[in-house]
């Protein structure tokens, strides 16, 4: 009854805030933390829960974000329900990926992935064909949409927000589904020793390969939201190493396989590093390095996790 | 065939330099076995070196080698014992993350104090390249490599002759082994984190003349310094050079006769390859 | 029809070959002691059989199927289950995780696993520390926790790497008796082992293995006197 009612409660407050506030600067605050939360919670789901840890995300993301796009401005299709096609895109790119990736164990698996995304990122410069290369994709205005008698016109920024929100909080869902489910016991002990879980009969490639899927799925999705809302894509905005980067970062600092862990995390580094670039334009990811360090060193169960020590100790 | 000549003498002058950026960190692999993310930001600090000992007070970057160099050697060994050396007990993954941290850091202090303002060495002696047999050589690439040469001999004199170099060879070889026999690893790890470190800053001070200088440069680097290091197999010198003069050739060589578009994708595949198919690489003697 | 049999199995790693033409049964309820020199082979044939390295050549048999090219996963629901030498727990999950994951193997529901796991963690003796981080047993209760976590599976088939390795004459005894249980609960039992006087004491039958090679094949007391035996490996006498 308690967890149904803090569930309430944090629905509301993520849903609350185009009501309180009309500031554009504030409501892509908001929606920039929630991008990024919808992230690191979707890393987490393979890199916290499976113990894989990618340093190639952004192959996803940027999937999905140029198939947003692509299908929109070629093929015309709904810009809405082609984000929906950007998560399946980022899906279908994620097997092979998984398949070459995946007979690599620890820090060489994470340095394969890493490969993978500048090859992904150098051939979506090169191929302009497809892509436009490194001019980028552009959407000047997004068609307005009718909902319930009112037409939205996508010029304020609260329907990206509940949008986003809505992303979020549906990755957010997903990833408790998994951790009470069979699967995600099995990820946890995958994540201890692969080879034991073979040893107990669990089909270790079949589950790192699903929970890939699903974690590409919501980056794809993420990116296809992030086409939309800047309405500009480029190679070097959405195929960086320093976004997949980033994503480690925030679900380490918040706490790996957890549900809020990644939250925390982006919530606590992307404000400061908004926050820090807003006053000083370079250099925002200084908290970031800084925090990862300090959260090896002396949280590496994440504030989520020191958090939850503290309160077990309470107890 | 005088364009062929001319990209392989350019891909093995870069290359020395890549080999060099990858020596420093196979060495550090093969003592302590953890792979340093923040090396190709040494490698970016080592470059702003140069440069800014040369506008401020004019130093030539190659002069300045003497001034880097020892400082990066102290800056490497201070890092490795009140940053790393608490770390690497966490497991290979930890310290993974946790100079993927340092190098986030570094890089952004860097773009913080510096701008992200491209910035170029700009040398009277540069302007006209050397035509050795109507080959065009930029001098300073011919001096980097020059003194690139020097190091690695001198490095290489260094762990074969010297007793701590030994020391350092023995516990590459096997850290266990090595302490049972009196060798003190902790002052091993130390040193060899310094000279790490001191062989990247000085692959920086002497790749400042001939690249564009930009604070996030390290990501590329790195990036390209794991293409060399797991193909020359990690752990080993001789492979991370092998590997390093490798990488400039295919550069080199990709640039002019597949496309400079891909010239840079062609590492990263050969990278994936190796890493799925002889993961010691050519002369490796890490566990894969 | 014997419940395991290898035949002709045989994995070379480059130039060497860690396991020549070797082949040997196992009847169904026996406990066969598989013995031999250190870097003999022993590990590499419980890899080879539960599919953790493929052979380069040969077949492997369970109750008359191939069991030869299937991932350990398969193999572990065949019917096969192993411990290892250096033994590998979840080290963080709980001791009754950490036979919980191996229950699901063959029941169906959270709860129904669980409950298998308690029962055979108090056959273990490990009742007592259920929820306690498998990082934190000792060596012997890590030991006790693997064959608890094997037995999760329902094998038909049980092989045992070493597992009296680090342990104190009083444990060797209680670890001997183990086994018999097991056998007794109708698992038919492969063990590697060096502590000799176990080994003898409660094999059915020792098969020997040197370089790569099946050197003896036999009643433990026969084996021991075999001169092959003898001079590849046990050196002066057996207590």
Not at chain 2, 53 to 78: A, E, K, N, T, Y
Not at chain 2, 103 to 130: E, H, Q, V
């Amino acid at each position: 009854m308690r967890r149904a009612a803090a569930v309430a409660v944090v629905a509301v407050l993520m849903m609350a805030p185009p009501f309180l506030t009309s500031n554009q600067f504030l409501l892509h605050l908001a929606i920039t933390v929630l991008l990024w939360t919808l992230l690191g919670v979707s890393w987490n789901l393979l890199g916290g829960f499976a113990g894989q840890v990618s340093f190639g995300h952004a192959t996803f993301f940027g999937v999905g974000a140029y198939a947003t796009m692509i299908l929109y401005l070629r093929l015309g299709l709904a810009p809405w329900y082609g984000m929906a096609l950007g998560g399946a895109a980022a899906v279908l790119v994620s097997l092979p990926i998984g398949l070459i990736c995946f007979r690599l164990r620890g820090p060489y698996f994470s340095l394969s992935t890493l490969a993978v995304a500048e090859i992904v990122r150098l051939i979506a410069l090169n191929w302009d064909a497809l892509t436009n290369g490194p001019v980028g994709l552009l959407i000047t205005a997004l068609p307005p949409v009718r909902l319930g008698g009112r037409v939205l016109d996508w010029e304020s920024k609260a329907p990206f927000y509940f949008i986003i929100a809505a992303l979020a909080a549906l990755a957010m869902l997903a990833t408790w589904r998994l951790s009470r489910a069979r699967l995600g016991a099995y990820l946890l002990a995958i994540r201890e020793d692969e080879d034991a879980a073979e040893s107990v009969g669990i089909d270790t490639v079949r589950a790192k390969v699903l929970t890939l899927a699903l974690s590409a799925f919501f980056t794809g999705l993420a990116g296809g939201f992030y086409g939309l809302y800047f309405r500009y894509v480029d190679p070097d905005a959405v195929f960086p190493i320093a976004l997949s980067v980033e994503m480690v970062f925030i679900a380490v600092v918040g706490g790996l396989a957890t549900v809020i862990g990644p939250v925390i995390g982006a919530v606590f580094l992307t404000t400061l590093g908004e926050l820090f670039r807003e006053r000083f334009q370079v250099g925002h990811l200084i908290f970031y390095g800084l925090f990862m360090m300090l959260a090896i060193r002396y949280l590496p169960e994440g504030i989520w996790g020191g958090v939850r020590r503290v309160w077990a100790v309470k107890r | 065939m005088e364009t062929f000549v001319q990209s392989l003498v350019s891909g093995v002058l870069t290359g020395s330099l890549y080999a060099m950026i990858g020596v420093g960190l196979t060495v550090v692999f093969g003592v302590m076995r953890i792979i340093n993310l923040a090396h190709g930001d040494l490698v970016m600090l080592g470059m702003y070196g140069a440069f800014w000992s040369h506008v401020l007070w004019r130093i030539d970057p190659f002069v300045s080698l003497l001034l880097w160099v020892p400082l990066m050697f102290l800056g490497g060994m201070l890092i490795y014992r009140f940053l790393l050396r608490s770390i690497i007990p966490g497991g290979e993954l930890n310290t993974l993350l946790y100079t993927a941290g340092l190098s986030l850091l570094i890089a952004n202090l860097a773009l913080f104090s510096w701008t992200g303002d491209y910035r170029t060495i700009k040398l009277p002696y540069a302007i006209t390249p050397l035509r050795p047999f109507g080959i065009a050589v930029p001098i300073p690439l011919a001096l980097a490599f020059v003194l690139a040469a020097a190091i690695t001999l001198a490095l290489y004199l260094f762990l074969a002759r010297t007793d701590l170099g030994r020391a350092i060879r023995a516990t590459s070889q096997n850290a266990e082994a090595a302490a049972l026999m009196g060798i003190d690893i902790g002052r091993v790890a130390m040193v060899t984190f310094g000279l790490g470190s001191a062989l990247a800053g000085a692959a920086g001070v002497l790749l400042g003349p001939s690249l564009y200088l930009y604070p996030t440069v390290g990501e590329i680097l790195i990036a390209k310094c794991f293409v060399i290091v797991v193909l020359g197999g990690l752990g080993s010198v001789a492979g991370a050079i092998a590997g390093g003069i490798l990488l400039g050739l295919v550069e080199s060589l990709g640039a002019v006769y597949v496309s400079v578009a891909y010239k840079d994708t062609i590492g990263f595949v050969i990278f994936l390859l190796v890493l799925l198919f002889r993961p010691s690489g050519l002369f490796g003697v890490g566990k894969s | 029809m014997a419940l395991l049999t290898v035949s002709d199995l045989t994995r070379d790693f480059g130039g060497l070959r860690a396991v020549d033409r070797f082949s040997f049964a196992v009847e169904p309820g026996e406990i066969l002691g598989l013995i031999g020199p250190n870097g003999a082979g022993k590990t590499t044939v419980f890899n080879l059989i539960t599919g953790f390295l493929r052979p380069t050549s040969g077949q492997i048999f369970l109750e008359g199927r191939s069991i030869v090219g299937l991932r350990p996963h398969a193999v572990i629901r065949r019917g096969i289950a192993r411990t290892f030498q250096l033994v590998k727990p979840f080290p963080r999950l709980s001791v009754r995780e950490n036979v919980t994951l191996a229950a699901f193997t063959h029941e169906p529901t959270r709860r129904r696993a669980e409950e298998l796991a308690g029962q055979l963690l108090e056959r273990m003796g490990l009742g007592d520390r259920l929820d306690a981080p498998a990082a934190d047993l000792t060596l012997g209760a890590q030991k006790r926790l693997e064959v608890a976590r094997a037995l999760a599976t329902r094998p038909r088939v049980l092989l045992l790497d070493e597992p009296m390795g680090g342990l104190n004459p009083r444990e060797v005894d209680e670890a001997s008796v183990l086994v018999k249980q097991i056998r007794a609960d109708g698992v038919t039992v492969v063990l590697v082992e060096h502590v000799m006087k176990a080994i003898m004491r409660i094999s059915d039958r020792v098969v020997v293995i040197h370089h790569g090679e099946k050197i003896a094949d036999g009643p433990p007391d026969r084996v021991v006197q075999d001169p092959n035996v003898i001079a590849a490996y046990l050196g002066t006498r057996v207590a």
